[in-house]
């Protein structure tokens, strides 16, 4: 049984570059139920934690400054099959990959700076929700 909820952030350049609005438009077009979202900025050691199953990749550091560089938006979206759905909406990880029309091709700009992030396992979306949002910011 797949889940009815994945977890999404607009990572800091596409905040930066003013994509939000769009993004999350593309979002609700694509059918996906914004339940929970919030406006938060990482300190390093938040992402590192957030991060942590990553610790002592070679990407690891780098990730980790490059998502506290700014404010991000969490989300936690509802959507039939929402963790393989979504990742598919989004677009492969380096939008150079990704199809047409997909939110990685049209506001990523690179492999790290891809636009959003989104979970990549049911476990991972319940993690990562909770990580962002209480119990009452779920509902």
């Known amino acids: 049984m797949t889940g009815k909820i994945t977890f999404t952030m607009i990572k800091p ?3 930066q570059a003013g994509y939000t609005g769009n993004i999350l438009a593309k979002i ?9 979202m919030k ?19 070679p990407f690891y550091e780098d990730l ?17 099959n929402a963790v393989e759905s979504f990742r598919k909406f989004i677009g492969a ?6 199809e047409e029309g997909t939110i990685r091709k049209l506001y990523g700009k690179n492999l ?3 636009a959003v992030h989104g979970s ?13 949002f209480s119990l009452i910011e779920r509902t």
């Open 13 to 15: 350049s596409a905040f």
């Open 28 to 36: 609700e077009e694509g059918g996906y139920k914004i339940k929970a």
């Open 39 to 57: 406006k938060i900025s990482l300190t390093k050691e938040q992402a590192g934690h957030f991060y942590e199953m990553h610790i002592g990749k």
């Open 64 to 80: 980790t400054t490059f998502m506290s560089s700014g404010p991000i938006i969490a989300a936690i979206l509802e959507h039939d």
């Open 93 to 98: 990880t380096d939008p150079a990959k990704a």
């Open 112 to 114: 790290s700076e891809n």
């Open 120 to 132: 990549d396992s049911d476990e991972s979306a319940e993690r990562e929700s909770g990580f962002f």
